[in-house]
C-alpha cells in the first residue's frame, strides 16, 4: 500500500504561484510514476502533469509552459510549481501513483493510488 499526502493549495490571485507537494509513504517500490489530476465543479477529473522515475514528464497542454513537476526521490515527494496561475485553473489537485510504470501517463484510471486533494483557488 501507499499513501500519498498533497499539501500547498490555497487562494492566490491570476497571475501568482503556488508549490503542490505529494509525500509518499509505505511500501516502496522501484519504478512509480506519480501524477498530478484536477477536477473542478461539475467537471470531470482531468490530468495535468506527471513524471517517471528517471524524469521524463508528460504534460497537459493547457499547462505546458507555465506548470513544472518534478520529484525528490529521496524524500519520496513530487512537487508541482504553478506559474502564472489563471481562474480556470481553480480545482482540486490531487496527486497520484502508479506502480510498475515506465511511461507517464495521462489516463487517471491508470493511477491505484490517489492523495486526498488540495484547493487551488484563482482569483481574477
Known amino acids: 500500500q501507499v499513501q500519498l499526502v498533497e499539501s500547498g493549495g490555497g487562494l492566490v490571485q491570476a497571475g501568482g504561484s503556488l508549490r503542490l507537494s505529494c509525500a509518499a509513504s509505505?511500501?516502496?517500490?522501484?519504478?512509480?510514476?506519480r501524477g498530478w489530476f484536477r477536477q473542478a465543479p461539475g467537471k470531470e477529473r482531468e490530468f495535468v502533469a506527471a513524471?517517471?522515475?528517471?524524469?521524463?514528464?508528460n504534460y497537459a497542454d493547457s499547462v505546458k509552459g507555465r506548470f513544472t513537476i518534478s520529484r525528490d526521490n529521496a524524500k519520496n515527494t513530487v512537487y508541482l510549481q504553478m506559474n502564472s496561475l489563471k481562474p480556470e485553473d481553480t480545482a482540486v489537485y490531487y496527486c497520484?501513483?502508479?506502480?510498475?510504470?515506465?511511461?507517464?501517463?495521462?489516463?487517471?484510471?491508470?493511477?491505484?493510488?490517489w492523495g486526498q486533494g488540495t484547493q487551488v483557488t484563482v482569483s481574477s
Open positions: 497520484a501513483a502508479k506502480i510498475g510504470a515506465l511511461v507517464a501517463t495521462p489516463t487517471p484510471t491508470a493511477y491505484a493510488y
Open positions: 509505505g511500501r516502496t517500490y522501484s519504478s512509480v510514476v
Open positions: 513524471i517517471t522515475n528517471g524524469g521524463s514528464t
